[in-house]
């Protein structure tokens, strides 16, 4: 009897063992599959919040640009930084021009930007800095008089600290009856302004530029 006893004692505590081995290779699978999954789910939580992101961001890019479309002014002023990388592209012909973000004059108004060529376009070409107002098709042209004949007055702001001592560059010039001042048909129409608007000489040895930025401030007149 007790021989018997301890042969089927050993037997069960065999028997033990291999569903204790099972059950300890159940619980790795188990935990194996639950790795797996947390894997997958904080990836797809990755790529969905990546995706969120991106669509926010489009829709904040696309909502201040509309801000900015939408701005009325007939006084801006355009700040144009790392002024001699623009130099360097418009020389080298990689990119000839920057333009202003698009404006309104008033509401209702006429939709206009502002185009600056650093190393000058048509007459000043490789000698002066060039500037442009250009006409765009806008959301209240139908009830605005035709042509757009508003004076434009360009102004490049010295920036010496002292005020009175500032001698900004100004030029002026009144729209004729050109083509492109008439009601766009197209997105916008031909840029017209002042080719010879600053020589790059004046632009050098005044204190225009300042830590690589200038300041061009456009008036539309009433």
């Not at 159940?26 to 797996?36: S, V, W």
């Not at 360097?88 to 333009?99: G, L, M, P, Q």
């Not at 009175?164 to 048909?185: G, H, M, Q």
């Not at 031909?190 to 008036?219: A, C, M, N, W």
């Amino acid at each position: 009897m007790e021989s018997h006893l301890q042969s089927a004692m050993g037997f069960h505590l065999d028997l033990t063992c291999v569903e204790l081995r099972n059950t300890q290779a159940e619980l790795k699978n188990a935990q194996e599959t639950i790795r797996k999954l947390e894997e997958v789910e904080i990836k797809d939580t990755q790529e969905t919040i990546r995706k969120l992101e991106q669509v926010e961001l489009k829709d904040a890019r696309e909502r201040i640009r509309k801000l900015e479309e939408t701005r009325h002014t007939r006084k801006m002023v355009w700040k144009i930084d790392e002024f001699s990388s623009k130099m360097s592209e418009a020389k080298n012909r990689k990119k000839k021009k920057v333009e202003s973000v698009p404006f309104y004059t008033d509401s209702p108004g006429y939709k206009l930007k502002v185009a600056c060529s650093p190393n000058g376009s048509k007459a000043g070409k490789n000698t002066h800095l060039s500037v442009f107002i250009i006409v765009m098709k806008g959301e209240y042209d139908a009830i605005l008089p035709w042509p757009f004949n508003k004076k434009v007055t360009f102004t490049l702001i010295d920036q010496e600290e002292d005020p009175l001592k500032r001698e900004n560059f100004v030029a002026k010039f009144t729209p004729d009856d050109d083509k492109s001042y008439c009601r766009p048909i197209e997105e916008q129409n031909p840029e017209r302004g002042k080719p010879q608007f600053i020589s790059h000489l004046k632009l050098r040895t005044g204190r225009y530029v300042v830590d690589d930025t200038l300041f061009l401030q456009v008036e539309i007149g009433r």
